[in-house]
Nanobody, 115 residues
């Protein structure tokens, strides 16, 4: 299983970015796909998830600003980020989970929001 995250970069406060995570070697449609982030000196935190049934949920800090979606035909999950704030600066990771035992991580992509 491989998860390849991309789309990070430097953006001004109030701007937008879209992250992508392409999955290979797994049955993508059966996975719960998550986005996490880790800021310097902080623990990794869950940003949001999308279930195999397409149900999404988000951390309170990003609710209303971030949207997770997926394209099953392309085995890709997206994180659309809008109204970005400096506190959104972090390395963003995608994660795939199958039940309680099988978990896979992507390599992370840096998002930097300047004030």
């Amino acid at each position: 299983v491989q998860l390849q995250a991309s789309g990070g970069g430097l953006v001004q406060s109030g701007g937008s970015l879209r992250l992508s995570c392409a999955a290979t070697g797994m049955i993508f449609s059966r996975a719960v796909m998550d986005w996490y982030r880790q800021a310097p000196g902080k623990q990794r935190e869950l940003v949001g998830s999308i279930t195999s049934g397409g149900i999404t949920n988000y951390a309170d800090a990003v609710k209303g600003r971030f949207t997770i979606s997926r394209n099953i035909a392309r085995n890709t999950v997206y994180l659309q980020m809008s109204s970005l704030k400096p506190e959104d600066t972090a390395v963003y990771y995608c994660h795939a989970g199958f039940g309680s035992t099988d978990h896979y991580w992507g390599q992370g992509t840096q998002v930097t929001v300047s004030s």
